[in-house]
């Protein structure tokens, strides 16, 4: 993901005549924050609202010299897992509380990319009706409450 904030940076430099070499944005893996490196004297200002400073948690400020970390660890995707709801089962539990979700998995996919997800193991949960005449399945994410 920063890989590819990094690269349509680089686009934005190269097609308003700017040297694209001066700001590499990348990733360190070990500490989760995003690395921004400066060449020729560039500078960023993260003062701005609503810019990549909440994304790449850096704090605001201008930033400046050769290498800088983020103050924090990257946002980018925040959602862990998206439930699949079905509001005629019973007998399932999220952090030990009933809930309606018949299975739980994590997009492994780029944001805005097809997702397809077919489940490895299935698991049959008891029907709370005799007869089905109409039913709701939902997805969420991990911090909807039901």
């Not at 989760?32 to 810019?51: G, M, P």
């Amino acid at each position: 993901m920063v890989d590819n904030l990094n690269d349509a940076i680089k686009r934005l430099f190269k097609n308003n005549n700017h040297d694209d070499s001066s700001v590499d944005i990348s990733a360190n893996t070990n500490t989760l924050k995003t690395v921004l490196e400066l060449k020729n004297n560039y500078q960023v200002n993260f003062s701005i609202d609503n810019s990549l400073r909440t994304v790449l948690r850096f704090n605001e400020g201008t930033y400046t010299g050769n290498y800088q970390e983020s103050e924090n660890i990257v946002n980018i995707v925040n959602v862990n897992s998206i439930p699949v709801n079905i509001d005629i089962i019973t007998g399932s539990y999220i952090n030990g509380s009933m809930q309606p979700t018949i299975y739980s998995f994590f997009p492994h996919v780029s944001p805005g990319f097809k997702i397809i997800e077919k489940p490895a193991h299935t698991k049959y949960l008891p029907v709370t009706l005799n007869t089905i005449t109409n039913l709701r399945i939902s997805l969420t994410h991990q911090y909807k409450s039901f």
